[in-house]
């Protein structure tokens, strides 16, 4: 039999563990942006994920004694491993090449269509409902996150980082591109983890998404030959180690959450939450990396808190 999961559920358990996933993701992005200025970026993604196959491996084999999920049926498999393939691999190429064309701003205002993208096809394709109050709940929230992601530097002042560059073409191609597999890959983990009996265990479900994601990366590797780089990158200790500690919170915790809320919230208000990693990123920014957060910033914040109590309403 596959293993299940079940969760006693308490008022808003959905959208608590929501916004736990978007803190671990916002903690992960620190460390892989640190490692990545030190190692490059598609360095970075095969150590984390290979990372996290390794931590899968182990905490399936502490609880079952299997390495892999093999009382998955082939439904799950199928659907899980197009949804690590669709997301983790091919989403994530095409969001590193936006980041590097268009700059990140726009290409995370882009990356956040994904919210009402994965809840249209959840409407059309699975036939979830949403209410009036929801919609608008999404439309708010995105708002929010715009009005933080869109923001200028003021002219003829220190922008302390922050950088505004122009749309290409390609760069916004790039960027549809990811936003599309973020919100596909994320509806084809609902489907997969879906059975007659309730959902997949979401840790060993991510699990089956990483192994896709994994062997995609090294036949990536091998057809354009960075194997030679990848052993570089090994020799810098501190960006491995950066690596590793973002794997942990970001796609081990914060992706398995990301399934787990799959159980409550339909694909839409889930993705909704999701999206505002760019928010919770203001902190760091401000304490950590010292950015000036302007009022414009905060103010973003605010409405995006407003669309998710609508929300949760």
Known sequence: MPILFSLTSVPFTGELLALVTVLCWSISVQFFEAASRRIGSAAVNIIRIGAALLLFSLLLMYRGGAAVP?????HAWLYLSLSGIIGFFIGD?????????IGPRLAML??????PSAAVIGWLVLGEQY??????????????????ILEKAPAGKSSRGLQFRKASLKGVVFSILAML??????????????TE???????????????????????????????????RAFTDHRAVGQTLAGAVVGPFLGVSLSLLILHYLTVGVAATFLSLVPIFILPFARFIHKEQVSPR?????????????????
Request: proline share 1%.
């Open 181 to 194: 597999g973020q919100a596909v890959g994320y509806l084809l983990s609902k489907v997969g983890m879906q």
């Open 70 to 74: 093999t009382d998955f049926g082939l």
């Open 110 to 115: 882009i990356y956040s269509l994904a919210a």
């Open 197 to 231: 009996a309730g959902y997949l265990e979401p840790f060993a479900s991510t699990q089956i998404r990483v192994i896709a994601a994994f062997i995609c990366l090294c036949l990536y590797f091998t057809a354009t030959g960075k194997w030679t780089h990848l052993r």
């Open 131 to 148: 209410q009036m109050s929801q919609w608008l709940g999404i439309f708010i929230t995105l708002s929010g996150v715009c009005l933080v």
């Open 93 to 101: 190429i095409f969001l590193f090449k936006a980041l590097v064309e």
């Open 297 to 313: 910033a905060i103010a973003g914040a605010f409405v995006a808190v407003f669309g998710i109590y609508l929300l949760m309403v």
